[in-house]
């Protein structure tokens, strides 16, 4: 079956530093998402990607985040220069569309990000 | 605008127990509603869904009923195994993503 894979799943990095979170979907998905769980709380919608563009962000996603998809596969998240409070599980997600019967969204088993 | 507030766990619960999560929720508009699971060290995976008031989603012997009354969709299971130990998420859809509760941790002891 197939399923959506993320790398690494565990990344630990100081503060000031840029991580970038890697996720490779499902084959035939054309939706694209991130959230994020800091610890105890909920999970939290950062960012969805259509048509090699952002559709829809939170306010949680400014100008540190970024998304792109640099070839057929993957899909990143980048933090350009992080902060503690950005540690936190990240998962990527995926779907094959947004309508009532494909909206289904498929989540990778996370990476969690420390922060020191 | 959109949220869901989910029971606070824990929960522990004896094998062949009655197991019920409680999720309430608000909505502009009429959202699908979601339950998924997270098993240790997996993804968020679809546990069930349903699509508009009064529908009931069930898989695994697990089922919810869309309660536009009482705007819930509460989690249930007549009776546990171990193999059910897991985190349990209530969400529900936006335009293009996902709503979630804090999630409910269940443990079942044999």
């Known amino acids: 079956e197939p399923e959506v894979t993320q790398t690494p799943s565990h990344q630990v990095t100081q503060m000031g530093q840029e991580v970038i979170l890697r996720c490779v979907p499902i084959?035939?998905?054309?939706?694209f998402y991130w959230y994020r769980q800091i610890l105890g709380q909920k999970v939290e919608f950062l960012v969805s990607f259509y048509n090699n563009e952002i559709s829809e962000k939170s306010e949680i996603f400014d100008d540190q985040f970024s998304v792109e998809r640099p070839d057929g596969s993957n899909f990143t998240l980048k933090i350009r220069s992080t902060k503690l409070e950005d540690s936190a599980m990240y998962f990527c997600a995926s779907s094959l569309g947004t309508g009532v019967g494909s909206y289904e969204q498929y989540f990778g088993p996370g990476t969690r990000l420390t922060v020191t | 605008g959109n949220s869901v507030t989910q029971m606070e766990g824990p929960v522990t619960l004896s094998e062949e127990a009655f197991l019920t999560i409680n999720c309430t929720y608000t909505a502009t508009g009429y959202p699908s509603l979601f339950w998924y699971v997270q098993y240790p060290g997996e993804g968020l995976q679809l546990l069930l869904k349903a699509t508009k008031a009064d529908d009931k989603g069930s898989n695994k012997g697990f089922e919810a009923t869309y309660r536009k009354e009482t705007t819930s969709f509460h989690l249930e299971k007549g009776s546990v195994q171990v193999s059910d130990s897991a985190v349990y998420f209530c969400a529900l859809n936006g335009a293009n993503n996902l709503f979630f509760g804090t999630g409910t941790r269940l443990t079942v002891i044999p």
């Open positions: 084959s035939n998905h054309l939706y």
